[in-house]
């Protein structure tokens, strides 16, 4: 699961009325896409983003399903998925800074809402669900909960949570845990997203272990 080292525990959810309207026909252009395909995938011992899947690399596929979406998207890795590419300034700090990298890119285009954020090692990441997380109605961040896990990186980050993430990474954080507990943040667990994905769509490979379970 993409839970940016988030573990299981006790969250605060919001709102339990369902606020997902299913109505979306075009690609948004108030939210924007944020893949980060960088890391030195130490574990898989070789670049996740390079798998192929289906004669397609993860970094392609997940660039496709974000611009199914999304009008706006931006790379943070080698420039692999076919998206405008930045890198972070400080290389090996984990996902924060792959994402305040991102988030400045986004800047830089202009786009100046929040950006659907996920890595690229999610092979069964599926469009509705990216629809998903880009229509619930909600000013602040949208993050599914898997099995009590919050997943921030397959997550909508709110404007002001992408552009406080520099806060947090001076401070010294490098987790994404301070996102789950933002005041206006959503939480969705499976009661909200099971309409659109099953868990298996959440699942993410980090060893070849991991590509053998799960028959790829």
């Known amino acids: 699961m993409a839970g940016g080292g988030l573990v299981e525990g006790q969250y605060r959810y919001g709102r339990t009325?369902?606020?997902?309207?299913g109505?979306?026909?075009?690609?948004?252009?108030?939210?924007?896409?944020?893949l980060l395909a960088g890391g030195?995938?130490?574990?898989?011992?070789?670049?996740?983003?390079?798998?192929?899947?289906?004669?397609?690399?993860?970094?392609?596929?997940?660039?496709s399903l974000l611009l199914s979406v999304v009008e706006i998207a931006v790379e943070v890795g080698p420039g692999t998925s076919g998206l405008v590419a930045t890198l972070e300034d400080t290389p090996g700090e984990g996902p924060l800074a792959g994402i305040i990298?991102?988030?400045?890119?986004l800047r830089d285009t202009g786009h100046q809402g929040g950006a659907i954020v996920v890595a690229c090692d999610m092979p069964f990441l599926s469009v509705a669900l990216?629809?998903?997380?880009v229509e619930w109605d909600a000013t602040g961040s949208v993050v599914p909960v898997v099995r009590g896990v919050p997943q921030p990186l397959c997550a909508r980050w709110s404007a002001q949570d992408l552009d406080g993430a520099a806060t947090y990474f001076?401070?010294?954080?490098?987790?994404?845990r301070h996102l789950v507990t933002q005041p206006d943040v959503v939480l969705l667990d499976e009661s909200h997203w099971r309409v659109v994905a099953s868990e298996k769509v959440f699942s993410d490979v980090d060893?070849?272990?991991?590509?053998e379970r799960l028959g790829l």
């Not at 009325?17 to 309207?21: C, L, Q, R």
């Not at 011992?45 to 660039?63: C, N």
């Open 17 to 21: 009325t369902d606020s997902y309207h």
């Open 23 to 34: 109505s979306m026909t075009t690609r948004s252009g108030t939210v924007a896409g944020l």
């Open 40 to 63: 030195s995938s130490r574990r898989m011992g070789r670049d996740k983003s390079q798998v192929v899947l289906d004669g397609v690399t993860l970094a392609v596929r997940t660039a």
């Open 101 to 105: 990298a991102g988030g400045q890119a």
């Open 130 to 133: 990216l629809r998903y997380l």
């Open 170 to 176: 001076d401070r010294g954080e490098r987790s994404l």
């Open 207 to 211: 060893t070849p272990d991991d590509l």
